[in-house]
């Protein structure tokens, strides 16, 4: 795996040996919420204790670093380290997960207005590779599912 791609390794018909790099894809997904205002939200988005009301059991955030844990604290469970490379209250946070290495990858939660509706949305920008993209759709849309349920936005 190189720095910025994904290298595979095929071969042709002729028995040769063909490298492709690939790119992560970037996944864009709109949520309309029931927010009049964005500070409820932004404080679920941006905040250690808003975030686990919603994507991780366990969220800490020390120095820019947010740790997320899943799983059960004294059981099996699985920690990933993000880093925060950008927050702009009411608006978005951008982070990058500590082993990624493709450094144009990242995942995004911004808040917006649907131009339809004028409705508040929840903006996610996030990448993956090709044959996961429907498994990280799935992913927010569940953890949407849980914001839902927690928070009635």
Do not use: F
């Amino acid at each position: 795996m190189t720095a910025k791609y994904r290298v595979l390794i095929a071969t042709n018909h002729k028995k040769k040996t063909i490298r492709m790099n690939v790119r992560k894809q970037r996944l864009e997904l709109e949520y309309p919420l029931n927010a009049r205002k964005p500070d409820i939200l932004w404080s679920l988005m941006s905040t250690d204790h808003g975030l686990e009301r919603w994507v991780a059991d366990r969220v800490n955030e020390q120095d820019g670093v947010m740790e997320l844990t899943w799983g059960d604290t004294w059981g099996e469970h699985h920690t990933m380290h993000a880093r925060i490379l950008e927050r702009e209250k009411n608006s978005h946070i951008r982070l990058q997960w500590t082993d990624e290495q493709d450094p144009d990858a990242y995942w995004e939660m911004r808040i917006g207005r649907s131009e339809l509706t004028e409705q508040v949305c929840l903006c996610v920008t996030d990448y993956t590779w090709a044959e996961d993209i429907d498994d990280l759709h799935d992913l927010w849309d569940g953890n949407l599912e849980r914001l839902h349920q927690s928070s009635g936005l």
